[in-house]
């Protein structure tokens, strides 16, 4: 019988469960035992926080990581980013992936004038003296390494924070950076 389970992936923690390079690195087996077989679906980098799905069923993984299943983060970028700005990233923008170029597919995208309170301070990334910051909401039905950020920065934005929100039905609200939930399904 498989096993699913819900991540609030807080700052600084890497998207695996094993990590062999000298570097000491914090892994998502320190925020719970997981059960032998336990993958991340889609990964976050270490620098981004949000929601994370951890599956032992490899079918599933493949479900939710297919171009049907809406992938929506929130990203605090360097600077007031306008509507304009935004339309841009709506429409594909061309970014870097494994040295060759690439243009986004169409997304879904608009400026947040308010942020939900359940996605919490994170860490400290600058204040105020080093100029103003927006933020974004991006979702995607795709995903390429680091894209968000690839995105923003191609639009002339550089994102600060980033943190996944929603993946399919099921959103962050609710869990706490860190923590765990076992669920029966999810709700894609």
């Known amino acids: 019988m498989h096993r699913h389970f819900l ?11 094993i990590y062999e390079q000298k570097r000491k690195k914090r892994l998502l087996g320190e925020l719970f ?4 077989g336990t993958m991340a679906v889609g990964r976050l ?24 299943v809406e992938k929506e983060y929130y990203a605090q970028v360097d600077g007031i980013i306008t509507q304009e700005t935004v339309d841009l990233m709506t429409k594909g923008v061309e970014i870097g992936i494994n040295g060759s170029k690439y243009l986004t597919r169409n997304c879904k995208a608009h ?32 995903g390429k390494f680091r894209q ?5 920065a191609a639009v002339g934005f550089p994102t600060l924070r980033l943190v996944r929100i929603r993946i399919g039905n099921t959103t962050l609200k609710g869990l706490q950076a860190g923590e765990v939930l076992e669920v029966q399904a999810f709700d894609i």
């Open 7 to 17: 991540l609030h992936k807080p700052h600084s923690y890497l998207s695996q469960f």
């Open 33 to 36: 035992d997981f059960p032998e």
């Open 45 to 68: 980098d270490e620098d981004s926080e949000g929601l994370l799905f951890l599956t032992t069923d490899g079918k599933v993984s493949e479900q939710v990581r297919s171009k049907k």
């Open 111 to 142: 400026l947040l004038h308010e942020l939900p309170n359940y996605i919490g301070p994170g860490r400290r990334i600058r204040d105020e003296r080093h100029g103003p910051t927006s933020w974004v909401s991006v979702t995607l039905t795709e």
């Open 148 to 152: 968000v950020r690839k995105m923003t």
